[in-house]
């Protein structure tokens, strides 16, 4: 089930969390301050849990379904995160030969500082929300891949337990979202910022968010806006929202009714904005927005440090013309590597899930056409 404008606008986001990246490793000092617009990852949350409502809301009705699930979103998200951790460490690894035999030092020591070895286990099983404070270490924007996989089990429980019950669905979606904005409000350091143990509540209320956004959508409750004219207005406030978090951050706290606006007005692809963003560039944004994601921080942790060197030599002096081509040589590498992770690692990855479901399926099937007959010749 493609959703095409949604599909746009997660590439959009991907590519937003890519030059927050850059500036806060600074690499892009001549630019404002893109602080809010790590409010992508609200974004993302909220997307999230629209679309996976959509999909499996009605699906998950008993263990078999919900192990399918299971099965397809750790196929979907574990292959290229636990690859782009295992690229790290081989980087951490051959930094540390270099260093034994020839001595030579580069400015960050290999497995120093966020190269922690003691957290590459957690993070391989998506246990690095699992901690109180603000670290984050290795492939640290996966701290969100983490706090969603957990929150997919929340949903199939939830799914699970309201089967054939959507009211009953509704209300627990917005219970939850409801109880979440609350301890981020009043109980967190960090609310809306937070990425610990505080980061699963900030994207359970996001997913829950959209899920209760896709409910209340199914039932017709957002029909003016699902017509295709709120896609400018809702775009709009969504910007406005960017631009009001970098002077009041704690307008944050209004982020998620914000994209539940902006993801209701484009779910159903009939508006101008809908139109541009099911061109081709857009979509295939979208597509590897998964891989943009994953594999930004490796260029900004190993490439561009030796690229931003390479262009002061040979454009002293010229700061915005130096990080503008800095910028746009990472933004093409990272274009580049996402293809052939989304070739290479993500569509694998996503074949073998569908292939396990299906043959567990088949052998379901198998065990239950042989009872039958057992039954039969009884």
């Known amino acids: 089930m493609r959703m095409r404008a949604l599909d746009g606008w997660r590439g959009i986001g991907a590519l937003a969390v890519c030059f927050i990246h850059l500036q806060l490793s600074g690499y892009l000092t001549s630019a404002p301050s893109l602080d809010s617009w790590t409010l992508a990852v609200d974004f993302f949350f909220v997307l999230s849990g629209f679309v996976m409502a959509r999909v499996y809301a009605e699906e998950l009705v008993d263990g078999d379904s919900v192990t399918a699930f299971v099965v397809r979103r750790i196929g979907r998200l574990w292959p290229l995160h636990v690859s782009m ?10 930094k540390l030969m270099i260093e ?15 190269r922690n070895p003691s957290d590459i286990l957690p993070i391989a099983l998506f246990l690095q929300t699992a901690r109180i404070g603000p670290d984050l270490t290795w492939n640290f924007p996966s701290w969100s891949i983490s706090a969603e996989v957990w929150t997919y089990a929340v949903f199939a429980l939830l799914a699970l337990r309201t089967a054939g019950h959507p009211a009953r669905r509704l209300a627990m979606a917005g219970a939850i979202a409801l109880a979440a904005w609350l301890v981020l409000a009043f109980d967190s350091d960090y609310g809306m910022t937070s990425t610990d143990i505080f980061g699963i509540v900030r994207c359970l209320l ?3 968010t959209g899920v209760l956004a896709e409910e209340l959508h199914r039932r017709g409750v957002f029909r003016a806006l699902a017509d295709g004219r709120a896609e400018l207005p809702s775009a709009a406030l969504g910007v406005a929202l960017v631009a009001v978090v970098a002077v009041l951050p704690a307008a944050r706290y209004a982020a998620p009714l914000v994209f539940l606006t902006l993801v209701v007005a484009h779910a159903d692809d009939r508006g101008l904005l809908s139109r541009l963003l099911a061109t081709w560039p857009v979509q295939w944004l979208g597509r590897l927005s998964y891989s943009i994601y994953l594999t930004h921080l490796f260029m900004v942790a190993y490439v561009v440090p030796r690229l931003s060197q390479t262009m002061d030599r040979l454009l002293p002096g010229a700061l915005t013309l130096r990080e503008a ?4 040589i990472y933004i093409a590498l990272v274009l580049a590597m996402s293809v052939a992770t989304w070739r290479f690692i993500e569509l694998p990855g ?6 396990i479901v299906a043959g567990r399926r088949q052998t379901l099937s198998s065990r239950y056409s042989r009872s039958q007959l057992d039954m039969t010749r009884l």
Not at 85 to 94: D, T
Not at 325 to 328: F, L, N, Q
Not at 350 to 355: D, F, G, I, P, T
């Open 85 to 94: 951790l295992a690229l790290f460490v081989a980087v951490e690894f051959l």
């Open 100 to 114: 034994r035999k020839t001595g030579f030092s580069s400015g960050q020591p290999a497995f120093a500082a966020a």
């Open 206 to 208: 996001g997913f829950f």
């Open 325 to 328: 081509v800095v910028a746009a």
């Open 350 to 355: 996503q074949r073998l899930a569908a292939k």
